[in-house]
């Protein structure tokens, strides 16, 4: 089974040295999801900036994006600061991140401070510091970290304007992919900035209610398409990890094949036979329900018998540890740990703390491509851990149409569970988009009577299907679910006139 994500994970660090060498003019940079953006990486020679507010994760992308230059390329990187602060309290801070490599440092890695050179010389001194440099360093990356102390330092915009200039003529000559950081600032320097460079990067940290959230912004990129638009942003210990948005990932999903499709059973024999076999494989089914009234036990069920069958199936949820989940299903008699020892069965536990959707989309569709063998079963056991992420609520029904397109090129047969209240005379769906996005929805609610719940189920909807729309009562006994051969029980409650055996009242 699976856990919560691992203290110390391996980084997720480019596979073969052509993820970040340079190809067909293009320097990739390793950041796992950023030359996906990028469309594949910076353009060689070419000249960028990255700007954003104090904290926001300049420093440690651009070092980053060093480390992975050198691990992969023969080509040495110079790091340049224009800042006060001294390179051991730098170094020291990035030292417990995955991707840093003491024994680069000095030797493929340049650290230089032109600080004093800036104060003493000014901008035309640091200028011809840089050339000197790449005269003698022919580095492949040059990263120049204080980018607004040089525009401060200029007189006027004239000569910021011609510092920019004559820089980006130096690294077009040495081919040098140069990247500029620079404090968030506003104003006509910026626009003069972002108007000569190559491409404009952001990197933004704000506070969204009572929740910090990074985004990545690409403003501009010179030669090539790129994903537009705010893209979630993580420190972590692997540096910085960046989640583009689901819907613009999938923007195109592929044609779906046009093989033979099977239905997908959830062994319990009634409810089989109202779906006429059960669901089509490659579908998405909602389970709509109160707490308590079944939601889990019957995606349980549908994991456990495509096991039996030989399909591989993968618990998806946020509030039950799987440890306590074995148990409960021991304690009801469904066989799910054999499956789960055996592998045919993944159970994978996101306890609902502050996570990014895009990131927890990330983890399940990673999880799913990992396997291939066909017939694939998923259960995501609470749709609200993922609204409960959202930082945009109306990302939701735009990422949930992503979300289940994917899944369904996949042929991943899929349920998704959503709660509904637990006290109400109406039904009303908490995500109305949910019912938008998947062809058939199964309602579980809860009767009372003469001073006992009775538990109805009905199918709502069933695209490319005929089923049998009349409720059923159901209970929940040890060996799962079974679901009653008639309506007439379901009748009798909703009626409020239970009868005999015999049929009398």
């Excluded at 300049?58 to 040495?76: G, P």
């Excluded at 340049?110 to 003698?136: C, F, N």
């Excluded at 959202?390 to 996949?410: E, G, H, I, M």
Aim: proline share 6%; net charge negative.
């Amino acid at each position: 089974m699976s856990k919560p994500e691992d203290e110390n994970p391996q980084p997720p660090r480019p596979e073969t040295e052509q993820d970040v060498t340079a190809e067909g003019g293009r320097v990739k940079t390793g950041v796992p999801r950023l030359d996906f953006i990028l469309k594949g990486g910076f353009f060689r020679g070419g000249t960028y900036t990255l700007y954003g507010p104090p904290g926001a994760g300049k420093t440690i992308l651009a070092n980053q994006l060093c480390f992975n230059h050198i691990a992969f390329t023969d080509q040495n990187c110079v790091y340049l600061t224009v800042l006060a602060e001294s390179h051991g309290k730098m170094v020291r801070h990035l030292s417990s991140l995955r991707f840093f490599d003491a024994r680069l440092v000095g030797s493929r890695l340049k650290y230089m401070a032109a600080y004093q050179t800036l104060r003493d010389e000014g901008p035309h001194g640091v200028l011809r510091l840089i050339q000197s440099t790449l005269h003698q360093q022919r580095p492949g990356l040059l990263v120049i970290d204080g980018l607004e102390s040089i525009e401060q330092a200029a007189s006027d915009r004239v000569r910021a304007r011609e510092f920019l200039n004559q820089l980006q003529a130096f690294t077009a000559l040495t081919q040098t992919t140069t990247l500029l950081c620079a404090v968030e600032q506003g104003g006509e320097q910026r626009r003069d900035e972002d108007a000569m460079v190559d491409g404009v990067i952001e990197l933004s940290d704000k506070l969204v209610g009572p929740r910090a959230v990074r985004e990545l912004t690409v403003h501009k990129f010179r030669g090539s398409g790129y994903l537009r638009g705010r893209h979630e942003v993580e420190i972590t210990g692997l540096g910085v990890q960046i989640h583009p948005r689901i819907e613009i990932q999938f923007d195109a999903p592929p044609e779906l094949a046009n093989e033979e499709r099977k239905r997908m059973g959830f062994g319990i024999a009634e409810l089989d036979r109202m779906m006429n076999g059960g669901i089509l494989s490659g579908s998405t089914l909602a389970l709509l329900g109160a707490p308590g009234s079944g939601k889990t036990t019957l995606g349980l069920s549908f994991l456990v018998e495509g096991a039996r069958q030989g399909h591989k199936g993968l618990y998806f949820a946020f509030y039950e540890p799987p440890p306590r989940l074995l148990e409960r299903a021991e304690h009801m008699g469904i066989p799910l740990r054999p499956y789960v020892e055996q592998g045919m069965i993944e159970l994978v536990w996101q306890p609902p703390l502050e996570h990014y959707m895009d990131a927890l989309a990330e983890s399940l569709l990673d999880r799913v491509r990992a396997e291939q063998p066909a017939r694939r079963r998923l259960f995501i056991d609470g749709v609200q851990g993922f609204a409960a992420a959202a930082v945009y609520d109306d990302r939701l029904p735009r990422f949930l149409s992503a979300l289940t397109n994917q899944l369904r090129t996949w042929d991943v047969t899929t349920l998704i569970s959503a709660e509904l209240p637990m006290f109400g005379t109406s039904i009303e769906l908490p995500h109305p988009e949910l019912a938008h996005v998947v062809e058939t929805v199964i309602l579980l609610r809860y009767v009372e009577l003469k001073s006992q719940l009775h538990r109805l189920l009905s199918i709502m909807k069933m695209r490319e299907s005929g089923y049998d729309t009349s409720i059923r009562e159901f209970t929940i006994r040890e060996g799962g679910i079974e679901v009653s051969g008639s309506f007439e029980s379901a009748e009798q409650i909703l009626s409020g006139f239970p009868r005999s055996a015999g049929g009398m009242s």
